[in-house]
Nanobody
Framework: QVQLTESGGGSVQAGGSLRLSCAAS???????MGWFRQSPGKERDFVAA????????DYAGSVKGRFTISKDSAENTVYLQMNSLKAEDTGIYYC?????????????????WGQGTQVTVSS
């Protein structure tokens, strides 16, 4: 059982930056990790994911070039660096882990989820 805890959310103006962290209670060296976000009244959408090795990443088209996901397996932590934030990036950001080396964009394929952290971008 892995518990995930997100931090680093907050309010920022458009064009600003935030760095989200996801701390795992156990080793995630063999887990692919992902970030998802959910806005009110909408489904949980894929944002970014990283393989267990940290070598390969995947990004939603809307964040590619602005967000960077990274993984520190020694610290059991995954990060999401968010730059050039836009109002449409607003939402609750969730960290997730799956019992596989490989990434996927499907939320149902991730077994462990954090409680989420709120990101609000004002224009």
């Amino acid at each position: 059982q892995v518990q995930l805890t997100e931090s680093g959310g907050g309010s920022v103006q458009a064009g600003g930056s935030l760095r989200l962290s996801c701390a795992a209670s156990a080793s995630v060296s063999t887990n692919a990790m992902g970030w998802f976000r959910q806005s009110p009244g909408k489904e949980r959408d894929f944002v970014a994911a990283i393989t267990s090795s940290g070598v390969t990443t995947d990004y939603a088209g809307s964040v590619k070039g602005r967000f960077t996901i990274s993984k520190d397996s020694a610290e059991n932590t995954v990060y999401l660096q968010m730059n050039s934030l836009k109002a449409e990036d607003t939402g609750i950001y969730y960290c997730a882990a799956r019992e596989s080396f490989y990434t996927t964009r499907r939320p149902a394929a991730y077994r462990y989820w954090g409680q989420g952290t709120q990101v609000t971008v004002s224009s």
